[in-house]
Structure formats: structure tokens, C-alpha cells
């Protein structure tokens, strides 16, 4: 990156590693530098919560209003029910108004720890959802107003689009759709809020660019849009995928000690790049603690899965998780915040088969995975080699909750519960 930023957003977005392009550097500093900008990053509810892929955007809103300007969190209420078809191989299922509802109070969760919705100040974060708008158009007002501004020509020539037809796949007009709904929120987004600024992942670029052109032909204002890498680890993996899933933001659909573990667990090769995107620690300090060798880097790692810890779900929940860790890894313990798995009676009956729990306890997806877990000597049963794929859990074997393994980094409780 050869331009040198004045405004202090800018700068961060440079230096920490934030920025994949921008469509107009100069001017996008220029406006930073005049007064608040307000911008959006979109959040389509899909699920319940967002996963760490979506953490970059949302450290990119914090950094925003950190350095004076106001970020807008944008909820799909109405682009969900279409779904987005970016680099997707097929349609995502429709989900119900109910479900959509749902997952955004969900997802509202997570932003409520990030952004700050109530000072009084004139970059206080605002909560949106384009159902406002979107969910009141006319169709045919709608194609004649806004419609005409497309190319279809265009439209197809994008990667997010041309690549599914390359491969053959089946794109429906409902998605098509999508990339023109999304460019209309930046339209209505500048209308109604005067929002000067679009970010997203890269695989966005299409999508923000239509949202400025259109912006521009309707309005004639000027408007801009940045992006953020898309995201792998230095071993190729996307990040928010881990072995057993999704690494979610919600601590009911991931718990504190799992996504603690999920950032101690990052290869050495990432610390220092995670440390400046997901972490608020001086930049000299991540790359200082980036460049750690041997065992001192697993002394980095502990610094910044307590740091994004502490920012995802507060800094007794990261301390817990760290505890735990200790208790499990260096005395050989069980740990206070493992993820547990409470069995009643009724679920026990006469015992339960060690494959089963293996798989009730989310260390293993099927049974046929939990059993080859044991043939390969991956499981263990309170810290000791599990061999037996046969054996059976009664109650008197849960008088104490029993801890479970899968390999040296993930861990379950089982206890029966009162």
C-alpha cells in the first residue's frame, strides 16, 4: 500500500491490515478529515448468530467509531429473503419471517459488545434493517426507477455472478435480484442517513460499486467503498471454519472456552497479522509478539485469544477460559468451563454407550467418526487412552462428571445432572 493517509481511520485501516481497495482513496480521506462519516457494513440473518469471518467487519465498525465517525450495522431483514449469491455454488434456503426476526435479535447480541448505540455523541452507532424500505416497494415503480440503471450485460460480467454460470450452476431471477437490492440500500442508506461510505469483504466489490453508480445517477452524490481481505489462515483454511464448525459469536451456540481455545490454537505464522486485525493492542506489540519463535509464541497466543475474548464476551469470561485451559493442559484437570454435556436420568436408563456421548458432547459429528476416534487412539476418557468403542456409562461411572477428549486440544464434560 503506497498512499499515505491523513485521517486517523485511514491510517489504522493501512497499518493493521484492513484494507484489500478502496474506490477513492484521496477523496474517501478528504471526507474522514472534514467530519463524521457515517458508514455500513450489511448482515444478512442467515443464522443466529455471526461467526468469526464476520469479525473483521465488525472490528472495522469499532475501529470507525473509535476514531470519531459512525458506524451503521445494516440488518438483512429484507435481503435474506432473497439470499445472497455471491461465490455460493447453489441457492440458500428460504428462511421464514419468523426465522429472519429471530436471528437478527440474535445477531444484535454480538454488535451491542462492539459498538456503542447509546451515547449521545453524533457518532453513536445506529441499528438498522433494510426491511424498512425494502419490504414497501412496488414492483413495478421499483423496475422503472431503479431497474432502468442496470445493465444486465454488466451484471452478468461480475465475478460473484459469472463464476456460478461458468460452472454450469443454476442461478434464479430471485437471486439475480439480490446485487440490485443491496445497491438500492446504499441509495436509501445516503437518502436517509447521508451514509458516505459501503465496506464488506472483497467478494463484495461488485455489489458496493452498483450501490455508488446507482447513488450517483439518482442523487448525484459521491459516495465511496472500501474492502477487507478475504480472510484464510496461513494453512489455507477460511477463517470461521474449525474441525467441529462454525466458530460462533453467540456464547449459546459456542462457548467461551471453545472460542477461547479456537484463537489459543492459531498457527505461529498468523499470531502477529490476527493480533492487529482482531485486537486492540499497539501495532509495535503485535508485530512484536508476531515475530515470537518457539515457546514464547504460545505466550502470544494466550495474549491474543484473552484479548478477542474479552472484547467477544467480557474479560471474566476470557480469564475462565484460561483457567480452564491451565487446569486442562498443564495439571492434567477437568477445568470449570468446559463444555458440558447434562444427562438426566432418563436419558441414562440402564447406560449409555461411549460412542454416543462422544458424539452427544460435540467432540465427534456421527458415530462412525466417534468409533474411528477410538480405533485411531484419539480419544481418551479422564486424561486416559480410550480404547473400548463397546464400553458402556452407567450411573455409577457418572457418580464424578467424566471428562472426554478428542486429541490433545478439544474437550467435553459429562455429568449427570441433579
Known sequence: ??????????????ERGFLADCT???ALDDALIAGVVPAYIGFDATAKS?????????????WLQKTGHQPITLMGGGTTKVGDPSFRADERPLLTPDAIDANIAGIKQVFAKYLDYDTDAPNRALMLNNAEWLDELNYLDFLRDIGRHFSVNRMLSFESVKSRLDREQSLSFLEFNYMILQAYDFLELNRRYGCLLQMGGSD?????????DLTRRVLDHEIFGLTSPLLTTSDGKKMGKSQDGAVWLNAEMRSTYEFWQFWRNTTDADVGRFLKLYTELPVDECNRLGALEGSEINAAKVILANEITTLCHGAEAAAAAEATARAVFE?????????????????????????QLIVRSGLTKSGKEAKRLIAENGARLNDAPLTEAGLIIDAAALAEPIKLSAGKKRHALVRLAD
Open 1 to 14: 500500500m503506497t498512499y499515505h493517509p491523513k485521517s486517523d481511520f485511514m491510517r489504522v485501516m493501512i
Open 24 to 26: 477513492d482513496y484521496q
Open 50 to 62: 455471526l461467526h468469526v469471518g464476520s469479525l473483521i467487519q465488525i472490528m472495522m465498525l469499532r
Open 204 to 212: 463484495q466489490w461488485g455489489n458496493i460499486v452498483n450501490g455508488i
Open 331 to 355: 495439571k492434567g484437570g477437568v477445568g470449570d468451563d468446559l463444555p458440558t454435556l447434562d444427562l438426566s436420568a432418563a436419558d441414562l436408563g440402564d447406560g449409555i454407550s461411549i460412542v
